[in-house]
């Protein structure tokens, strides 16, 4: 059983692959007392992307030290996959910033996340690696793409969740526009696009982040139906969506910054 690894705090930099490294996908599964589900989801994306041709990838569950050690569950699944990698963290919270964790010590050229309560099919990785193979810079799961959807969300949350998105389009609207779902928490990116830019995630987020600070230059949507969670208590908060929007307005400030110092 390998080393349980701490993540660093400091500054959120993805650096270069290292360059040793053969991995083709890093996915990194951000975990927050998730011991019920964490066993089901790393199996089923660990079958999906080991049924990829030639692909060598590495699964990273980066864990907020979890109440009911979500990362012991976790790390006792090393012992049967391989590419399994577990990171306790320890004095920082957020699943934000747990990504951008989980990316500074990924071997992988393309960097991918998704949820770890079976909320995001595994099998959609398959093609959202095909979208990366074909060279974008950024391939998305989508909701509201043709064929996506979310399964039995209650009229409150689709309510909430179609006015988080508008109130994106009327705080940043030249960021928000410029996916379909830039809610999604299920997509890969390539490496080479985040490399030494400083990241500053708020929440739950993290697409807008990098939408928001980092120059894509393609990207693709795939679409995908939102499960319901089988297990587990959901972590939607009023507090969510305050960071949401609190998010949104920094990166608001960011971008006007740019549009003075560019004038």
């Given at each position: ?40 989801v790393v199996e089923q994306l660990d079958a999906v992307l080991d049924a990829i041709s ?90 509201h793409t043709p064929g996506g959807g979310v399964s039995d969300w209650k009229f409150r ?67 995908y139906t939102f499960r319901e969670r089988a297990d587990g208590a959901s972590k939607v ?27």
């Amino acid at each position: 059983m390998p080393v349980l690894e701490v993540a660093s705090t400091g500054p959120l930099l993805v650096g270069p692959r290292p360059s040793e490294s053969s991995v083709d996908l890093s996915m990194v599964l951000p975990t927050s007392n998730e011991a019920q589900n964490i066993t089901a989801v790393v199996e089923q994306l660990d079958a999906v992307l080991d049924a990829i041709s030639n692909l060598r990838y590495e699964i990273i569950v980066v864990d907020d030290d979890s109440e009911d050690r979500t990362w012991d569950h976790a790390l006792g699944l090393t012992e049967r996959i391989s590419c399994l990698r577990v990171i306790r963290r320890q004095g920082e919270r957020g699943l934000s910033t747990a990504v951008v964790r989980g990316w500074q010590l990924a071997q992988g050229k393309i960097l991918g996340v998704m949820d770890a309560d079976l909320q995001h099919p595994p099998d959609v990785a398959a093609k959202l690696w095909a979208e990366m193979a074909c060279g974008v810079d950024l391939a998305v799961a989508s909701r509201h793409t043709p064929g996506g959807g979310v399964s039995d969300w209650k009229f409150r949350r689709r309510i909430i969740s179609r006015s988080a998105q508008l109130a994106g389009l009327v705080l940043l609207p030249e960021v928000i526009a410029k996916v379909k779902d830039p809610m999604s928490g299920y997509f890969m990116i390539r490496r080479s696009t985040l490399e030494q830019r400083e990241l500053r995630p708020l929440g739950y987020k993290i697409l807008i982040e990098l939408l928001g600070r980092v120059p894509v230059r393609s990207i693709s949507e795939v679409p995908y139906t939102f499960r319901e969670r089988a297990d587990g208590a959901s972590k939607v908060t009023s507090k969510i969506y305050l960071e949401y929007v609190h998010h949104l307005i920094r990166l608001r400030v960011v971008s006007l910054n740019r549009l003075f110092r560019s004038g």
